[in-house]
């Protein structure tokens, strides 16, 4: 076919995936030696692996309550959050010692990316030149912000699929619907990985279509295309559909509070805190250095674009967006586009101009008259960019150890704002006002299989005074408490208010005695309050399986039923 490079051989293949281990083992290297970065996210990242794989060891094989949470008051942290990261993470945490899954991870994702990018950038470029491009994109300098300043794995783990996904975009819109099931599953795969990065790959995909097909002035690529996408959500739908229903159900506008509105976030801002505008203006200091390399790359690149004139075209539009919507001009377009507030912040859109630099970069250099002097340059900058980022990065050793023993011990790491229950006010929440997990601790590293933390106290509320209270006369019994079931037995003489050591959420359902209870929610915490008789009573509490649930697993379960139809079909009708 015209335009494109010739089936490369095993040695391209297998030198692109040496190289790019090599480069990410360099970039994990500096945790043999000073301790895993702790970004802005990694307590939250790694207090969810810890809980998972905490609830793997209690039978529970799909999390949905994140039951260590606010102090022991869980969340419905698994609801909500995309489960590609925990669920890698948990695992990779289960069979290596804690300290060294950060790391694991990452060089996972950063390899993923590589191969990615050679997969994209191979069938348009020569050997070298793919294998350079897997390269860039591996390192590219957003991912090493991702790891050393933000530890937000999920994104990075999102971003190593996007070279993918327009990949397989380019195979929709060369052959149509053939490629509907990869461009599908590719999709499913970003938004079962990272819910923003997800935002930002789906708003590509429809702008990389919207290209293809004015470049063919042809719109019969919409059609499979649209398909792709609906089947792509679809596939997702077990994580999509439950998170935006039970939106409803938590305080999921404080995802939008605090500095984390995309106004707040273009490049360059300005705000009366000092320490947030320090981080923007260094990824808006990196962000103009990818923006001006990418775009003298692309000028360069376009001498030679009648090699690669479709995705010429189609990435540089990526790109121009990109950047457009990293500043302020693009203001309305934040407000107005479905969703798009929910990405927070602007420079988040590094991750496509990336794919966008990676390619152009080596597709320019090797036009180029002296490669090695561009080679060696790029390269010293990368290495620069690394080495600064390492010095200025966080580095602690301690904040895993910290957040085990918190969970081991049954005292519990902070929650999130945004997925606390509506009426809960979380800093009220007994435990609230104590240092967060990772502030302090010289709690010993522990093996790779933590124990079982010991079973969570239910306290006594006083019906009059509300206060917490231990009747000598009452008697309880806890028969089984794990995240999602809790079952114990109450003896009293006298009526009594039972304050659970879990928040109110409507999903759990309650039973005393066998018949269904309506519990009640304390004022200004939402703590889950059960008003008894006097007298014995069996009570059990179970997170039941919602209908937004159960409609998700059947979306999912009959657009993967779907997909498997079209893929093994031998040939589509003629009509298609």
């Not at 060891?57 to 949905?64: A, N, S, V």
């Not at 489960?83 to 890698?88: F, K, N």
């Not at 000028?299 to 004139?309: G, M």
């Amino acid at each position: 076919m015209p335009g494109f490079a010739p089936p490369r051989t095993l040695n391209s293949r297998l030198a692109a995936l040496l190289l790019v281990a090599a480069a990410a083992t360099a970039v994990v290297s500096p945790m043999f030696f000073l301790g895993n970065a702790s970004g802005h996210d990694f307590d939250f990242h790694l207090a969810s692996w810890l809980d998972v794989a905490g609830q793997w060891r209690e039978g529970i094989l799909y999390p949905r309550w994140a039951e260590w949470a606010n102090w022991g008051f869980g969340e419905p942290r698994f609801i909500f959050y995309p489960p590609a990261s925990w669920t890698l993470g948990a695992a990779l945490g289960s069979v290596l010692p804690w300290r060294m899954a950060p790391g694991a991870f990452i060089w996972l994702a950063l390899v993923l990316a590589g191969l990615a990018m050679w997969q994209l950038a191979r069938e348009w470029l020569p050997a070298p030149q793919a294998v350079a491009a897997a390269l860039i994109f591996a390192v590219n300098p957003y991912h090493l912000v991702v790891v050393y300043y933000r530890s937000d794995f999920a994104e990075l783990l999102a971003s190593a699929l996007l070279p993918l996904m327009i990949w397989a975009a380019l195979r929709v819109i060369r052959e149509g619907w053939p490629g509907v099931p990869l461009l599908a599953l590719l999709l499913a795969a970003i938004w079962l990985s990272n819910a923003p990065a997800a935002v930002i790959s789906t708003y590509s995909l429809a702008l990389l279509l919207a290209v293809g097909c004015i470049q063919r002035r042809s719109a019969r690529p919409l059609l499979p295309a649209g398909t792709a996408i609906v089947a792509g959500l679809g596939l997702a739908a077990f994580y999509i559909f439950p998170a935006a229903y039970e939106q409803r159900w938590v305080q999921i506008s404080e995802v939008l509070s605090q500095n984390l509105r995309p106004d707040q976030n273009f490049l360059f801002t300005h705000a009366n805190d000092p320490e947030f505008v320090l981080f923007n203006w260094k990824v808006s200091a990196i962000a103009l250095f990818v923006i001006l390399f990418a775009s003298i790359a692309a000028v360069f690149a376009a001498r030679h674009r009648r090699e690669f004139p479709e995705l010429w075209w189609m990435l540089l539009a990526l790109g121009t967006a990109s950047v457009l919507l990293m500043f302020p001009p693009a203001a309305l377009l934040w407000r107005y586009l479905p969703k798009l507030r929910f990405v927070q912040f602007p420079w988040r859109w590094l991750i496509p101009l990336d794919v966008v630099f990676a390619f152009f970069a080596p597709a320019a250099i090797g036009q180029a008259r002296r490669q090695w002097a561009w080679w060696l340059a790029l390269s010293l900058l990368t290495c620069a960019l690394a080495a600064a980022l390492v010095s200025d990065a966080w580095w602690d050793s301690e904040d895993i150890p910290v957040l085990a023993d918190a969970i081991h011990s049954g005292r519990g790491y902070e929650g999130t704002d945004e997925y606390a229950p509506l009426g809960c006010d979380r800093y009220k929440l007994p435990g609230g006002d104590q240092p967060s997990a990772g502030d302090s601790g010289d709690a010993p590293i522990p093996s790779s299989d933590v124990p079982a933390p010991p079973t969570p106290p239910i306290a006594q509320l006083d019906p009059q005074s509300r206060e917490v209270v231990p009747p000598a006369d009452v008697r309880l019994h806890i028969n089984d408490w794990t995240a999602e079931r809790k079952i114990f037995t109450e003896d009293s003489p006298r009526p009594i208010t039972l304050a659970l050591r879990l928040l109110n959420y409507p999903a759990w359902e309650t039973r005393v005695d066998g018949a269904s209870f309506q519990p009640a929610s304390q004022p200004g915490t939402a703590r889950l309050l059960l008003p008894l008789r006097s007298g014995s009573h069996r009570i059990e509490l179970r997170l039941r399986r919602t209908q937004d649930r159960t409609a998700g697993a059947a979306i999912s379960a009959l657009s993967a039923l779907a997909l498997l139809a079209l893929a093994t079909r031998r040939r589509l009708p003629h009509q298609l």
